[in-house]
T-cell receptor, first 113, second 115 residues
């Protein structure tokens, strides 16, 4: 089955700086890679996703890159703000999202004002 | 609220007791998933349904766990003879099938504490 590894487990950045979170996956059949943000005591919420037919996707301050050959994908947050502080999870699945998600272990991002 | 709802939000039970959780997905979503999340970990897949059919069940899932989705709408997850290791957040998610948008929407979860 799929295995997703995520690094780092914790990350602190100064407000306004960029944050990068990296994930690797094992199953070459995986073709859909969502990122979820989970604030304390709240539900995970999708912030961005990418399918294997593209290498990069951007939505305002958030971008995701995918390297299918190396089986890794990354989340980039630019111009970080205090409200970006949360736990971020990467995930991978096949069938373009119509299957179960395999999650990474999460990154606790803290934005220092 | 048109999102995924779960009930109860919190459950404290004594070891050995049975518990049942309920999930109401977004109404037009065919797929319904159950995940378990422990502190400091990502959600771990338990089982999922397409309409009323249970399509997959994790090999890690003990036979003390059972899930149903009798009419293809709400789902229940029952844990029999609870153990302390069952303490976790149980998350439900739903998604539409096929199409371009396959985003899984999560509920706020049921936090189970077994004492």
């Amino acid at each position: 089955g799929e295995n997703v590894e995520q690094h780092p487990s914790t990350l602190s950045v100064q407000e306004g700086d960029s944050a990068v979170i990296k994930c690797t996956y094992s199953d070459s059949a995986s073709n859909y890679f969502p990122w979820y943000k989970q604030e304390l005591g709240k539900r995970p919420q999708l912030i961005i996703d990418i399918r294997s037919n593209v290498g990069e996707k951007k939505d305002q301050r958030i971008a995701v890159t995918l390297n299918k050959t190396a089986k890794h994908f990354s989340l980039h947050i630019t111009e970080t703000q205090p409200e970006d502080s949360a736990v971020y999870f990467c995930a991978a699945t096949s069938n373009f999202g119509n299957e179960k998600l395999t999650f990474g272990t999460g990154t606790r991002l803290t934005i220092i004002p | 609220d048109t999102g995924v709802s779960q009930d109860p939000r919190h459950k404290i039970t004594k070891r050995g007791q049975n518990v049942t959780f309920r999930c109401d997905p977004i109404s037009e979503h065919n797929r319904l998933y159950w995940y378990r999340q422990t502190l400091g970990q990502g959600p771990e897949f338990l089982t999922y349904f397409q309409n009323e059919a249970q399509l997959e069940k994790s090999r890690l899932l003990s036979d003390r766990f059972s899930a149903e989705r009798p009419k293809g709408s709400f789902s229940t997850l029952e844990i029999q003879r609870t153990e302390q290791g069952d303490s976790a957040m149980y998350l439900c998610a739903s998604s539409p099938i096929q199409g371009i948008n396959t985003e899984a929407f999560f509920g706020q979860g049921t936090r189970l504490t077994v004492v």
